[in-house]
């Protein structure tokens, strides 16, 4: 492990251009568990919660799931050290963006500037008529956003249905937000299956993919398309590719140059340490 830190940070210093692409594993350490397998959040909530045609039948029912199992946990959630890693590596010019698969804002929050949320983001909502956003917390009950729990232990702990009868009646009795400018109703602006990519983030990215020579991934399992093939453009286009995740990917086998099999905030930190050291 000390040797392919060592072997990741010399790839990372030697690169003309390297990129950050993540996935939900490097947001796991910061209490939010993945979608899929043991603990994940489609053990307790179906996948269809994030399908945009569930969503329009029932805008007010898709909000309240949405708001118990996906956005307060989310706007509650504070950056780990892996978070904090990348946004110094990006201060010191050792990587030029961070390319995010999560929609929990933390990378921002930590400090990185260039973020390209490619499935968009819970910090936001958006207007399904006239597409402007605003700030989510602007239009949810102040309550819900102070009931924080502060660090958690497990991530379960922080993404069960929320303690205490108040905050349990302020989600039933919450009505799907409208938008000031055309009254039209307001979702969060994730990207939900059934939806387009935000064009802007599609075409920087996959341009960042052609032009990286060293590809850092961090706890993405490869599955979700079109952001998938991020990695694969970079390999095919001869990138250096560091892969970071506590398991065995879809990209390990395949075009992973270096696989560092640990939690992202271990690795970062063994990287860290040889890019300063
Ligand atoms: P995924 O759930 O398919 O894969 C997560 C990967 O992270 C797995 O390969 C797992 O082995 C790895 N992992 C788990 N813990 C880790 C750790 N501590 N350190 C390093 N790796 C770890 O996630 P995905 O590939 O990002 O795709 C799922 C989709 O769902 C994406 O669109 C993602 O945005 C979304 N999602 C987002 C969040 C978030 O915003 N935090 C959370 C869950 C899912
Ligand atoms: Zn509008």
Request: charged share 25%.
């Amino acid at each position: 492990m000390k040797e392919k830190n060592y072997e990741a940070a010399l790839t990372i210093k030697e690169a003309r251009l390297t990129i950050a692409f993540t996935g939900a594993g490097i947001s796991v350490e910061s209490g939010i568990p993945p979608f899929r397998g043991p603990g994940g959040l489609y053990e307790r909530v179906s996948p269809s919660i994030f399908e945009i045609d569930s969503f329009l039948d029932d805008p007010a029912g898709s909000w309240k799931m949405l708001l118990e199992y996906v956005l307060l946990p989310l706007l509650r959630a504070r950056p780990n050290p892996a978070h904090e890693v990348l946004a110094r590596m990006e201060e010191k010019g050792l990587i030029k963006a961070v390319i995010t698969q999560n929609i929990d804002g933390l990378h921002r929050r930590a400090g990185s500037r260039n973020v390209i949320e490619f499935h968009g983001t819970a910090d936001e909502l958006e207007c399904l008529r006239c597409r402007t956003t605003y700030p989510a917390e602007k239009f949810l009950p102040v309550p819900l956003l102070k009931s924080s729990p502060g660090p958690v232990e497990k991530p379960e702990a922080q993404t069960g249905p929320l303690p205490g009868s108040d905050v349990s009646d302020l989600i039933r009795n919450f009505e799907p937000p409208r938008c000031p400018r055309c009254k039209s109703i307001l979702k969060p602006a994730i990207v939900f299956f059934g939806e387009r990519i935000p064009e802007s983030a599609l075409a920087r990215s996959f341009d960042y993919a052609r032009k990286t020579d060293c590809l850092l991934i961090i706890g993405t399992s490869g599955v979700v398309y079109p952001a998938a093939m991020i990695p694969q453009i970079a390999a095919a286009n001869n990138a250096q590719i560091i892969e970071i995740n506590t398991e065995p990917s879809e990209y390990t086998e395949a075009i992973s140059s270096i696989f560092i099999q640990a939690k992202a905030s271990e690795a970062l930190a063994g990287i860290e340490h040889y890019l300063t050291g």
